[in-house]
């Protein structure tokens, strides 16, 4: 249906019971001509039945391994970041299309037409999920990075820059859903402050709440929430899907749980 779109998911292969995309594949697969696991050469090794999904799927597998550097994990932010970092642009670096869908590999979602086509209307920006996407009373400058899409070089360039700064250790953030989100802005040659924030992120952020995408299976693991699954709206909970707009998430007087 979108031909000028690709689908990544990316992350860790090694847990056989997070691997929650494989079931969302029928309908991925009526979507996008192109899907690209992007994960880790040794989790591969071990989980051949993910290799033989791929194979019958006819999904592009790219890897890196995952014994990294291990001083880049120094910040205690960038374990988390790094890892996101590095299998998300192993995957957009494989991407032969226009705009690219970056997906969780442990998560899966329906209804992904509804984020497509809001993107589509303005595809200068960054459109996502409702997760983590969050009120300036937490977070400024904080969209959503577990689901979204964007322009492939924008996204490319964005995880370069974020890359580049993990490894002399600026520009690090709070959380990795910052950081990307303002070297998304820079890419754009824009400066973000606390002046020009709703400013900028109404110029290059939109989402789409999740509610509309449920079925899903949507993972968290914040420091703040700890490790939390959803897969109903009722575990989602009753706050996070009354966001509909930008204005309702950066003026809530409450955190998102």
């Known amino acids: 249906m979108y ?15 997070k691997l929650d995309f494989v079931d969302a594949l029928p309908y991925y697969k009526t979507l996008f001509s192109e899907i690209i696991l992007s994960t880790y050469t040794e989790h591969l090794i071990s989980n051949w039945q993910l290799l033989k999904v791929c194979e019958e799927n006819d999904i592009k597998i790219v890897h890196k391994t995952v014994d990294i550097n291990k001083s880049l994990l120094d910040h205690p932010t960038s374990p988390c970041i790094y890892y996101q970092t590095y299998t998300s642009l192993n995957g957009f670096k494989f991407s032969s299309k226009k705009y690219t869908i970056k997906h969780r590999i ?9 984020l497509i086509d ?3 209307t303005s595809n200068e920006k960054w459109v996502s999920g409702g997760m983590l996407f969050a009120p300036k009373v937490w977070r400024s400058f904080c969209a959503g990075d577990h689901l979204f899409i964007a322009q492939t070089e924008k996204l490319i360039k964005t995880f370069e820059l974020t890359e580049e700064h993990l490894s002399n250790k600026s520009f690090l953030e709070e959380g990795p859903e910052i950081t990307y989100t303002k070297n998304f802005l820079r890419i754009n040659n824009e400066d ?14 939109d989402f789409v709440p999740d509610k509309y995408m449920f079925p899903f299976i949507i ?31 950066f003026y809530s007087p409450y955190l998102p749980w």
């Not at 031909?3 to 847990?15: N, R, Y």
């Not at 442990?106 to 509804?114: F, M, T, V």
């Open 192 to 205: 973000p402050s606390d002046e020009n924030h709703d400013e900028l992120m109404r110029k290059y952020f």
């Open 219 to 249: 993972r968290s693991n914040t420091n703040e929430e700890g490790n939390k699954v959803w897969r109903t709206l009722e575990e989602y909970g009753s706050l996070r899907s009354q966001y509909e707009t930008l204005d309702d998430i």
């Open 106 to 114: 442990d998560e899966r979602y329906s209804n992904l037409h509804l």
């Open 118 to 120: 809001k993107f589509l």
């Open 3 to 17: 031909d000028d779109i690709s689908l990544v998911i990316q992350g860790p292969a090694s847990d056989k019971e």
